[in-house]
């Protein structure tokens, strides 16, 4: 054994013990073992930096960004929900359509992302059907990672086997190579977790509602009954008040209203593109022909204005409407409401509303008060403002924040940035689905290599607004992921490249080869789906596809079964609550013990394992 040899296997058992201890972050322990093994003159300093360059961490990158933009236009929630209305209340359709639904999101996202955005909308699914929530939540934890086994692009593991098949000089995977084998680990899932879901907490206790949490969008909605107080009415031709501005009609002076939102249609021919324009109202704001304008106040007012003007007033069918209870009309990606408390020497005391100059100076619109446990929400420009009133404002989230730093006279209530990030740009939604339905093409037609399509829909995401800005693009980057699988690449090399994967490879083939491909292919496949338990699904699948691609050359075996037992062995992974993000996430949520992933998660995972030992040769014969 070799002095460099002897340097790679001391860190990749360094490392390895580093990961499963978990009191080192990840990626510092990835960019150390590099720079050891770079010290130590193992790897070259271009080598040991090759792994930031590498594809695999390029792609990584766009895809976090696509992600990003699937839901910051609130695509995927939409699409969850309209496929889960189909579940009913009915509980074993409920987890097989949460289980599809997730699969399907989780072929395109990562599966922490899927979890993410589905686990809110499945534990409302659960109270609907009066289930307990930790009935359906390990199983959509579970099947965002069988989801990632359906494409290529599916999860990290995939992309590093193609690497390793590409840099070893054989054929790359398609887009739609994995697709049968995860077919195969779905269904094989679906049914594991039909017969497990015993094991899983079945406790429904009544319990109190959850509380709101205070500032939040929804909360402002229901404490201040804004649903019954907005109004829309709509410019027609006949309309006295066209190219008029807000400033000249003075309507909150007249009809004692707020207008809140205009909404005007900018393009008529292509209905794919945004087609509703939503602006704050200003003093400046024109209005046109077909405007329809948002105003808040009673319904007296509201109809007097439409009257006086000649505008309708549209009732709750009409085809623009959508429904007031959670808040939407009053806040958009760029548009929302905050709570304000007033300081006890704030200069606001003792003025009117109409003298305040909240919306001069601040550029917000004051829509209610909330005075002790009255709250006044018609007539209030008469309205003299008093210590310990909190008034609800609506404006731009970014005169809001500039609100928020007006520290001397008021004190906004709540994080109206985060709650900004909530807000998702519904408007935007069918261009981010152009935009996934490009990359899909591109990649399945290889017109253009796998790393240039991800980043021209991670681009397009940011140019056409689907990712609110490259600030926020940079955000939904996990960066900690990246630096990992750019720093564990070079301990690949370092393996081939010093003789350890051969060393390892031969004590595999020596010790599992001479029963045959099957229990070899057996052995890599569990001892990937072990270690798996105790470092990062990429980690895993980095250091052992070169060893399984020696010891399927070696055995002269055709190396794509046990690239497949790597890339899957890594991926499933049930048996701990701490060996995958989504594991993790829904452990509070689904009020599950350590127990629960024993008795669900390890015969899953050890099920899968059976079948995909089965299977593999059967696609991808030796």
Not at 61 to 78: D, S
Not at 185 to 197: A, E, F, K, P, S
Not at 263 to 286: C, L, M, W, Y
Not at 550 to 570: C, D, E, R
């Amino acid at each position: 054994m070799s002095e460099s040899m002897l340097i790679t296997l001391i860190v990749l058992v360094i490392v390895s013990v580093l990961f499963v201890s978990g009191k080192v972050r990840s990626d510092l322990v990835a960019i150390g073992s590099l720079l050891v093994l770079m010290l130590f003159n193992v790897l070259t300093p271009a080598e040991a930096l090759s792994g930031f360059s590498n594809s695999v961490v390029i792609m990584m990158i766009g895809l976090f960004v696509v992600g990003g933009g699937i839901f910051q236009t609130g695509l995927a929630k939409m699409a969850s929900r309209k496929l889960l209305q189909l579940a009913g209340t009915n509980e074993t359709r409920l987890l097989v359509m949460v289980m599809l639904v997730t699969a399907l999101i989780g072929t395109f996202v990562s599966n922490t992302g899927t979890v993410a955005v589905m686990m809110p909308i499945v534990v409302s699914l659960a109270k609907r059907a009066e289930t307990h929530p930790g009935r359906l939540l390990m199983p959509l934890a579970f099947t965002s990672s069988l989801g990632g086994m359906l494409t290529l692009i599916g999860t990290p593991p995939n992309l590093v086997i193609q690497e390793t098949l590409i840099h070893a000089g054989l054929d790359k995977l398609s887009f739609f190579s994995f697709t049968p084998m995860g077919v195969i680990c779905l269904v094989t899932g679906i049914i594991g977790m039909i017969v497990l879901r015993r094991f899983l907490p079945n406790n429904q206790k009544k319990e109190n509602k959850s509380k709101r949490t205070p500032g939040s969008l929804k909360d402002l909605v229901r404490k201040y009954q804004l649903s019954q107080n907005l109004f829309r009415v709509q410019v027609g031709q006949e309309s006295t008040i066209r190219s008029k501005t807000l400033l000249e009609l003075n309507i909150p002076v007249n009809f004692k209203l707020t207008v809140i939102e205009i909404r005007r249609k900018i393009s008529a021919k292509n209905q794919f593109f945004k087609t509703i324009n939503q602006e704050i109202a200003g003093p400046d704001t024109v209005i046109d022909e077909n405007d329809i304008l948002y105003v808040h106040g009673s319904y007296e007012d509201a109809e007097r204005f439409a009257l006086e003007y000649g505008l309708n007033l549209l009732d709750e069918e009409a085809a623009e409407q959508q429904p007031f209870s959670n808040g939407e009309q009053y806040a958009t990606s760029e548009v929302g409401i905050a709570e304000v408390m007033l300081t006890p020497n704030s200069k606001h005391i003792g003025k009117l509303v109409k003298h305040s100059e909240f919306r001069e100076k601040y550029r917000v619109n004051i829509l209610g008060i909330q005075r002790r446990e009255q709250y006044l929400l018609h007539h209030l420009k008469e309205e003299k403002m008093r210590f310990g009133d909190a008034l609800l404002v609506q404006g731009t989230w970014t005169d809001i924040a500039r609100l928020a730093a007006e520290k001397g006279d008021v004190v906004v209530v709540g994080q109206p940035l985060e709650e900004s990030r909530k807000v998702t740009m519904d408007q935007k939604a069918p261009i981010a689905i152009g935009i996934m339905v490009l990359m899909v093409l591109l990649l399945i037609t290889e017109i253009v290599p796998a790393v240039a399509a991800i980043m021209v829909a991670a681009i397009l995401m940011v140019i056409f607004g689907c990712v609110r800005s490259m600030d926020e693009a940079y955000k939904t980057v996990n960066w900690e992921s990246i630096v990992l699988i750019g720093g564990m690449i070079p301990m690949s090399i370092a393996i081939e490249k010093t003789g350890a994967a051969l060393l390892l490879s031969d004590a595999l083939v020596n010790t599992l080869g001479s029963y045959g491909s099957v229990v070899l292919l057996a052995g890599v496949y569990f001892t990937t789906s072990l270690l798996t338990l105790f470092i990062s699904n990429t980690a895993c699948a980095i250091l052992f596809a070169p060893i399984a691609l020696t010891a399927a050359t070696q055995l002269g075996a055709n190396p794509l079964p046990f690239l497949f037992a790597v890339s899957i062995g890594a991926s499933m992974c049930f048996a701990s609550p701490f060996s995958t993000p989504p594991n993790a996430l829904v452990m509070s949520a689904g009020r599950y013990k350590f127990s629960h992933y024993i008795k669900v998660g390890l015969p899953l995972q050890l099920l899968i394992g059976i079948v995909m030992v089965a299977t593999l040769p059967l696609i991808y014969p030796f």
